[in-house]
């Protein structure tokens, strides 16, 4: 489970910078360029998209590179991971597959770190 939990975590956080550097780059586009009526608007809350971009895919890598080592710091890592990417872009069709992989990776890096054999 602690290989799957470092799979998952790794792919989600690099799925997580990709939309992160969508998300923040959204924001500082708008910024730049400006609105444009009924096509271009910008979004209610700058800080917690460009919080949620930079926070979440790294807590998802470092989470995702803990898991075999330190599985119960992992799978909070990796929830927090989740949590943030919820919190910041939402659930939808280019965030449910990282939001969901940090979850499942962060449920089994903890069942991982209670059923560990020493």
Same mark, same amino acid.
């Given at each position: 489970?602690?290989?799957?939990?470092?799979?998952?975590?790794?792919?989600?956080?690099?799925?997580?910078?990709?939309?992160? *550097? *969508?998300?923040?780059?959204?924001?500082? *586009?708008?910024?730049?360029?400006?609105?444009?009526?009924?096509?271009?608007?910008?979004?209610?809350?700058?800080?917690?998209?460009?919080?949620?971009?930079?926070?979440?895919?790294?807590?998802? $890598?470092?989470?995702?590179? $803990?898991?075999?080592?330190?599985?119960?710091?992992?799978?909070?890592?990796?929830?927090?991971?989740?949590?943030?990417?919820?919190?910041?872009?939402? *659930?939808?069709v280019f965030t449910m597959f990282p939001i969901t992989l940090c979850f499942v990776a962060g449920i089994f890096a903890l069942i991982a770190g209670m059923t560990r054999k020493d």
């Amino acid at each position: 489970m602690r290989i799957t939990a470092l799979i998952l975590g790794i792919i989600s956080g690099l799925w997580g910078m990709i939309i992160g *550097f *969508f998300g923040w780059g959204y924001t500082e *586009f708008v910024n730049w360029f400006g609105e444009v009526p009924d096509l271009i608007q910008q979004v209610d809350d700058i800080d917690r998209i460009r919080t949620a971009s930079l926070l979440a895919p790294i807590l998802a $890598l470092v989470g995702g590179g $803990l898991a075999v080592s330190q599985p119960y710091a992992a799978g909070i890592l990796l929830l927090l991971s989740s949590g943030g990417m919820y919190w910041g872009f939402e *659930f939808g069709v280019f965030t449910m597959f990282p939001i969901t992989l940090c979850f499942v990776a962060g449920i089994f890096a903890l069942i991982a770190g209670m059923t560990r054999k020493d």
